[in-house]
């Protein structure tokens, strides 16, 4: 577990989801609007229908150069200019899959261009040079906590002096591949989830998402007032059944909200067990705390949802509403749970919560000047 | 003489998940798969599953209905028995 030693501050943040910027997607959750559509789960190559929330007019299916490209363009373009890859101001690229799906895709079709968007690495390069940065860039990757661990990363780079400002951009556009491996691990199915409520069976939503934040020392009205990562290290797809590892995680987090009056954004993909596990474990942590989960009207974002519902949650404070829990039917499976909106004034911040494949968890707290 | 079924399923069994120093007849009818003796986790149950699919034609929905399906040897012999597709089962 890590727990940051001083705060940090968020100078800017932003996203991009299927229902646009930052803005766009606090307003389409607070209205309770879901962005998710049943889709073929191969793409063009048909297969069972499930719920994907893609960038509009993007097909699932992978092009080389990807079709995603120019929305991430635009939202690096959204960050505050700056000399972003020198030495002073390092980039920090996170996200699970990259373009893993283009190796899919050159197997499938044989065509080249698809190999280099395929791996981190040749990604990352891609993007550098398209985005203008210098060679100051490195990757994190550790599944769907990828974006608080580059957060952690850059908080780390800033802390110590290494550097001025920290770039973290995170994104995640879905893929038949990725599609594929979730639908065959029986959790994307072909019904929506539903985070947080009384269900049979557990059914998670994906979504395409990138999100970039500038981590700054002494700039900008957000604090990163802590920080928490924490691994089970139990299983591939499974956690701890008696919920440790989210009790872990959190309680490093736990110690910078005392004296707080919170509320919890949790990671609520839909799936029964780890749902009840984090709310278990957010009560625990953070009494009285209202839980809201908001993959049930974006998706899953995967490794991008720490960064992407960090820019929502900072939309939430500035229009002083939350959304509640978007998606789905059923009670609630904890009187903690809000499926509505409610006001954020009453609140001195918000921990945001990302869990992931490989039992890691990841929280941080959000305060606001 | 065993059931057919049941004794294709631990076949299946042994074979997909390339279990070493267990025979076929060694797996209990009534025991847990996951998290039993054979000591199966997730990843073999989701690599059962789509052999299972596969060989006996029936589609599993969810993780829940995976897991109440796999819950032993019998519960599987019973699930594919009624779903899957009877020209594929051993007689």
């Known amino acids: 577990m890590a727990e940051s030693p001083a705060p940090v501050r968020v100078a800017a943040c932003g996203c991009v989801t299927a229902f646009g910027d930052a ?14 559509r049943m889709v073929p789960v191969l793409g063009r190559e048909g297969g069972d229908p499930v719920p994907l929330a893609l960038l509009p007019g993007r097909a699932l299916d992978e092009t080389a150069p990807p079709a995603w490209m120019a929305a991430v363009r635009a939202l690096a373009a959204s960050a505050p200019a700056a000399d ?42 891609r993007l ?31 802390q110590s002096g290494d550097a001025d400002e920290a770039l973290v951009l995170s994104f995640d556009f879905l893929s038949p591949f990725v599609a594929g491996g979730f639908h065959a691990l029986k959790i994307l199915n072909a019904e929506m989830p539903s985070p947080y409520r009384e269900r049979a069976s ?15 020392r002494d700039r900008g ?22 919920g440790s590892g989210f009790a872990a995680c959190l309680s490093g987090t736990a110690g910078a909200a005392r004296g707080r009056r919170v509320w919890f954004k949790g ?42 519902e960090l820019a929502v949650a900072v939309e939430s404070v500035r229009a002083g509403r939350s959304p509640g829990t978007v998606g789905g039917a059923g009670e609630p499976i904890s009187p903690d749970v809000a499926l509505g909106g409610f006001a954020t004034g009453g609140f001195d911040g918000v921990v945001c919560a990302s869990n992931a494949f490989g039992g890691a968890h990841a929280a941080f707290l959000l305060t606001h000047d | 003489m065993p059931d057919p079924l049941t ?10 998940l390339r279990l070493e120093d267990v025979a ?24 059962l599953v789509v052999r299972l699919e596969k060989e006996f034609g029936i589609k599993i929905a969810s993780s829940e209905e995976a897991r109440v399906a796999l819950g032993s040897v019998a519960t599987l012999t019973s699930y594919i028995r009624e779903r899957g597709d009877p020209a594929r089962l051993p007689s």
């Open chain 2, 24 to 47: 076929p007849a060694d797996i209990p009818d009534n025991e847990p798969l996951v998290g039993g003796g054979l000591s199966l986790d997730s990843i073999d149950a989701l690599e």
């Open chain 2, 7 to 16: 004794a294709r399923l631990k076949q299946l069994i042994v074979e997909t």
């Open chain 1, 202 to 216: 557990g059914s998670i939503g994906l979504g395409d998402g990138a999100a970039f934040a500038v981590v700054s």
């Open chain 1, 221 to 242: 009205e957000w604090v990163l007032s802590g920080q928490s990562l924490h691994n089970e290290m139990h299983h591939f797809t499974a956690n701890r059944a008696d």
């Open chain 1, 128 to 158: 550098r040079l398209e985005l203008g940065w210098g060679p100051d860039v490195s990757i994190a990757s550790h599944a769907c906590v990828s974006a608080h661990l580059g957060l952690l990363q850059a908080t780390r780079a800033v």
């Open chain 1, 84 to 125: 972003w890859g020198s030495p002073g101001r390092p980039v920090f690229v996170t996200g699970s899959n990259f373009g893993v799906g283009g190796l899919y895709a050159l197997r499938r079709s044989g065509q080249a261009a698809f190999a280099e968007w395929g791996a981190p690495p040749t990604c990352t390069e």
């Open chain 1, 23 to 36: 803005r766009s997607t606090h307003a389409a959750l607070d209205r309770g609007e879901s962005a998710l």
């Open chain 1, 267 to 308: 990671h609520g993909t839909g799936t029964l067990e780890a749902g009840a596990l984090e709310v278990a474990a957010a009560r625990a942590a953070f009494p009285g705390a209202p839980v809201v989960g908001w993959k049930g009207g974006l998706g899953h974002t995967l490794g991008s949802c720490g960064l992407v």
